[in-house]
């Protein structure tokens, strides 16, 4: 069956350094893959989508990178700030029909000052 | 652009009653909408996808006829749980599409049944 993994442990950084944060997947093909940051109690807000075509793609201090070899996503976000603590989604998606996405359980980012 | 809001953002309710879930698109017009329950500390599992004027299309494993779905418009879908019990308990979060990749969420409804 189709398998998403984050890492379940929560990511502990400093301030200012650069958090990287993985999504591996197995069994399934994706079109595309999203990254979605939550907090507590609240509905995830999207970050960025990169297809199955693309290796990386940008965003201000946002940066996330797709190998379909690997079937890994890896996303960074740099110069990382006490506002950037949230849950970080990785979801999976497959074009046409309804778009239905595949979501990871999330990643626990704490940026400390 | 593209806020979803959700109403009630959490409510109380005994076994046996049913409630009811809006999940609204504000500024833009949702050809599709996406029911997801999360239970703490795991994924969003999606229960049934909706577009507009069409019955949705559920999960496996996600009754029907315990959570019913309309998308009376394309900016108004509603979930109903029917008939709740304390296993309903769960964060209920709607989103909402338009011909597009992305999806964009709603702020997510807290159901606690007694």
């Known amino acids: 069956s189709q398998k998403i993994e984050q890492n379940s442990e929560a990511l502990n950084i400093q301030e200012g350094k650069t958090a990287t944060l993985t999504c591996n997947y197995t069994?399934?093909?994706?079109?595309?893959l999203q990254w979605y940051r939550q907090d507590p109690g609240r509905g995830p807000v999207f970050l960025l989508l990169?297809?199955?075509?693309?290796k990386e793609k940008r965003k201000e201090r946002l940066k996330v990178t797709f190998d379909t070899t690997l079937k890994q996503s890896l996303f960074h976000i740099t110069a990382s700030q006490p506002a950037d603590s949230a849950t970080y989604l990785c979801a999976l998606g497959a074009s046409g029909g309804y778009n239905k996405l595949i979501f990871g359980a999330g990643t626990r980012l704490a940026v400390h000052p | 652009g593209a806020v979803v809001s959700q109403h009630p953002s959490w409510v109380i309710c005994k076994s046996g009653t049913s409630v009811k879930i809006e999940c609204r698109s504000l500024?833009?017009?949702?050809?599709?909408m996406f029911w997801y329950r999360q239970f703490p500390k795991q994924s969003l599992m999606l229960m049934a996808t909706s577009n507009e004027g069409s019955k949705a299309t559920y999960e496996q494993g996600v009754e029907k006829d315990k959570f019913l779905i309309n998308h009376a418009s394309l900016t108004l879908s509603t979930l109903t749980v029917t008939s709740a019990h304390p296993e309903d308990s769960s964060f209920y979060i709607c989103?909402?599409?338009?011909?597009?990749?992305?999806?964009?969420f709603g702020p997510g409804t807290r159901l606690t049944v007694l």
């Open positions: 069994n399934y093909s994706p079109a595309y």
């Open positions: 500024d833009f017009q949702a050809t599709t």
């Open positions: 989103s909402a599409s338009f011909r597009t990749d992305t999806q964009y």
């Open positions: 990169i297809r199955e075509n693309e």
